[in-house]
């Protein structure tokens, strides 16, 4: 009986490498996709972690241009409860060729409209200074809620947020799968 060796040849090599590599690509984005910030069942785990306070609305369509938030932030009041008194988020533009114009990184809060600790004031560009000096924000007010968008930049416009449909109930909300 002869013994022979076999070597792969080059081409082979690459070509085996590729698969592993292709392999181990597809299986990092799926594990990422399990823990999305736009993943339903993952925003579902963070709202319910402040359970009992505020609620958290979002937009149902994302304005062109902008992406989904990197964290969904609840505020509490300090007690022993974690409800949340207001919830934050932050937006970005990452398509800059739809806007005629720089658009702004923005911060959203959600508080209640009667809540006395006006926790939705303290948004990036807002405080002390008189109103005419704070960056550019909308307010939307839905039922007993308040969402407060401000622009973190110092900006002419937030045209692109001015008629944005929010919802508390995420099977609406499209962005969120």
């Given at each position: ?11 082979e ?25 736009t993943?339903r ?26 992406e ?81 968008i ?20 995420l ?7």
């Amino acid at each position: 009986m002869k013994l022979i060796k076999a070597r792969p040849r080059p081409e082979e090599t690459i070509a085996i490498l590729i698969v592993v590599a292709a392999i181990g690509v597809a299986g990092w984005f799926a594990h990422r996709g399990t823990h999305s910030f736009t993943d339903r069942g993952f925003v579902q785990e963070q709202l319910a972690k402040a359970e009992g306070g505020q609620v958290l609305f979002l937009p149902v369509k994302l304005p062109d241009g902008y992406e989904a938030p990197e964290f969904y932030a609840p505020l509490t009041n300090g007690s022993d409860s974690d409800a949340a008194t207001a919830w934050f988020a932050s937006f970005q533009p990452i398509n800059y060729d739809v806007f005629d114009h720089q658009p702004p990184p923005v911060e959203m809060c959600v508080q209640r409209i009667d809540d006395p600790s006006r926790p939705c004031s303290g948004l990036s560009g807002s405080g002390p200074e008189p109103e005419a000096d704070r960056d550019p924000y909308i307010e939307h007010r839905i039922g007993t809620t308040l969402v407060v968008i401000n622009a973190m930049l110092d900006v002419p416009e937030l045209d692109e947020w001015q008629h944005v449909e929010f919802t508390n109930n995420l099977n609406k909300v499209t962005w969120l799968h």
